[in-house]
């Protein structure tokens, strides 16, 4: 009984001593992050249109002031662009399949809508765009609608069809109202394709929380031509978010059609992963678009993708998608625990994302900022900050 009453007065103590150096720990942090001086940086990376710029929007959004109507408003021209150059990849790609395809007679329009098409096709070739007229979207609406564009619509993985095509051309009526503003949803559908660097710097105050981290986050262009720039923003990087389109395993590059999306993916990650400035960064990988995977999975078989050619289905519907969720997840697990730069007190952590959802990117969002700020807590407490 005496024996266990010390062993309790002596856990007491270690408890005690242990929870006031947590609370010194605890101080210490929150002091630094007022003052600004812990600024953890954030970088985006991934290929392009995996999601990246979505994501940086979605936190602006979020943990920001959000989009005023200035900016709301530059979006217009966007969002026009987006719909030209959506009805033209679909009209080009169809009169391609008219020309080559021994079914070809699916892809042969009406000699109006053939007229439309052209004329659309010309526009959506041009560097400046009109605006979008109320008889310009009828047009659209038209040729859209015609079963030849669907047959092609439902191909559109073998051309540069945009993820958002089916939100442009079943919103042409709110977009050519005279005064349209774009709404939040506009704006994170539409698609800018990134060039240069682009930061913010945010503190995500949560509701149970007295002060967050203070992250600086970085965007960039995630396309072949853009990479050379990332290399500057390497140095003193507390976590890469690494962005990967899991719908992409049965499409082509944008810019190079003879390489799968998902391939490049895999190289880039691994390349990523090897970064001696990385040695110590912690990775995030979002894989993303996963409201486009749960769809596609079901009908194209995963298996069209090398490196995912050993993939057996085993069920339908839900139990399918999860399956072959956990599958790529796996892949992608593989792929880190191979890369043979040493793990020194990197974390890798995966979540599933729908950059779109603003609740799913917050909840995310917390789960990131949580990691990080639980890997700074045991950083101090083992003397390395
Ligand atoms: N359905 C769906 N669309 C998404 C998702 N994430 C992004 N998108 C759309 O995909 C398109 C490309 O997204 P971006 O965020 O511009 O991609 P990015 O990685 O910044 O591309 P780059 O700037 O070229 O590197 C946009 O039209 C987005 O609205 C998603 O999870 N689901
Ligand atoms: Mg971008």
Same mark, same amino acid.
């Given at each position: 009984?005496?024996?266990?009453?010390?062993?309790?007065?002596?856990?007491?103590?270690?408890? !005690?001593?242990?929870?006031?150096?947590? @609370?010194?720990?605890?101080?210490?942090?929150?002091?630094?992050?007022?003052?600004?001086?812990?600024?953890?940086?954030?970088?985006?990376?991934? !290929?392009?249109?995996?999601?990246?710029?979505?994501?940086?929007?979605?936190?602006?959004?979020?943990?920001?002031?959000?989009?005023?109507?200035?900016?709301?408003?530059?979006?217009?021209?966007?969002?026009?662009?987006?719909?030209?150059?959506?009805?033209?990849?679909?009209?080009?790609?169809?009169?391609?399949?008219?020309?080559?395809?021994?079914?070809?007679?699916?892809?042969?329009?009406?000699?109006?809508?053939?007229?439309?098409?052209?004329?659309?096709?010309?526009?959506?070739?041009?560097?400046?765009?009109?605006?979008?007229?109320? @008889?310009? !979207?009828?047009?659209?609406?038209?040729?859209?609608?015609?079963?030849?564009?669907?047959?092609?619509?439902?191909?559109?993985?073998?051309?540069?069809?945009?993820?958002?095509?089916?939100?442009?051309?079943?919103?042409?009526?709110?977009?050519?109202?005279?005064?349209?503003?774009?709404?939040?949803?506009?704006?994170?559908?539409?698609?800018?394709?990134?060039?240069?660097?682009?930061?913010?710097?945010?503190?995500?105050?949560?509701?149970?929380?007295?002060?967050?981290?203070?992250?600086?986050?970085?965007?960039?262009?995630?396309?072949?031509?853009?990479?050379?720039?990332?290399?500057?923003?390497?140095?003193?990087?507390?976590?890469?978010?690494?962005? !990967?389109?899991?719908?992409?395993?049965?499409?082509?590059?944008?810019?190079?059609?003879?390489?799968?999306?998902?391939?490049?993916?895999?190289?880039?990650?691994?390349?990523?992963?090897?970064?001696?400035?990385?040695?110590?960064?912690?990775?995030?990988?979002?894989?993303?678009?996963?409201?486009?995977?749960?769809?596609?999975?079901?009908?194209?078989?995963?298996?069209?993708?090398?490196?995912?050619?050993?993939?057996?289905?085993?069920?339908?519907?839900?139990?399918?998608?999860?399956?072959?969720?956990?599958?790529?997840?796996?892949?992608?697990?593989?792929?880190?625990?191979?890369?043979?730069?040493?793990?020194?007190?990197?974390?890798?952590?995966?979540?599933?994302?729908?950059?779109?959802?603003?609740?799913?990117?917050?909840?995310?969002?917390?789960?990131?900022?949580?990691?990080?700020?639980?890997?700074?807590?045991?950083?101090?407490?083992?003397?390395?900050?």
């Amino acid at each position: 009984m005496g024996l266990l009453c010390s062993r309790n007065r002596h856990s007491n103590e270690a408890d !005690a001593k242990e929870n006031a150096q947590a @609370e010194e720990i605890e101080r210490r942090i929150e002091q630094e992050t007022r003052a600004e001086k812990h600024i953890q940086k954030l970088l985006l990376l991934g !290929a392009g249109e995996s999601g990246k710029s979505t994501i940086f929007k979605q936190i602006k959004l979020l943990f920001q002031t959000g989009f005023d109507e200035a900016e709301l408003k530059s979006y217009i021209s966007v969002i026009h662009a987006n719909v030209y150059q959506t009805i033209k990849v679909l009209f080009d790609g169809l009169k391609e399949f008219s020309q080559n395809e021994t079914d070809s007679s699916k892809y042969v329009l009406s000699g109006e809508n053939k007229e439309i098409g052209e004329k659309l096709s010309e526009i959506g070739g041009k560097l400046e765009y009109p605006r979008l007229t109320k @008889e310009l !979207a009828q047009e659209i609406e038209t040729l859209w609608k015609d079963p030849a564009i669907q047959e092609t619509y439902a191909r559109g993985n073998e051309l540069q069809v945009p993820d958002s095509a089916h939100y442009f051309m079943e919103n042409l009526q709110r977009f050519s109202d005279a005064n349209y503003i774009p709404t939040k949803d506009d704006v994170l559908f539409a698609r800018v394709r990134t060039t240069g660097v682009v930061e913010i710097q945010f503190s995500p105050v949560g509701e149970n929380k007295k002060s967050g981290e203070v992250y600086r986050l970085f965007d960039v262009g995630g396309q072949r031509n853009e990479r050379r720039k990332w290399i500057h923003l390497f140095e003193g990087v507390t976590a890469v978010i690494f962005c !990967a389109a899991i719908s992409d395993y049965d499409q082509t590059l944008f810019e190079d059609e003879q390489k799968n999306r998902m391939m490049e993916t895999k190289e880039l990650f691994d390349w990523v992963l090897k970064q001696p400035c990385f040695e110590k960064t912690s990775f995030m990988l979002f894989l993303n678009k996963f409201d486009i995977f749960e769809k596609k999975v079901l009908k194209v078989p995963l298996n069209v993708c090398e490196w995912f050619k050993d993939y057996q289905p085993v069920s339908t519907g839900k139990q399918e998608v999860e399956h072959a969720y956990e599958f790529v997840k796996k892949k992608f697990e593989e792929l880190y625990f191979e890369s043979n730069t040493p793990d020194r007190g990197r974390i890798f952590k995966i979540y599933r994302t729908t950059a779109l959802d603003q609740k799913l990117v917050k909840k995310t969002f917390k789960l990131v900022d949580e990691t990080l700020r639980l890997r700074r807590r045991n950083q101090y407490e083992a003397g390395l900050l």
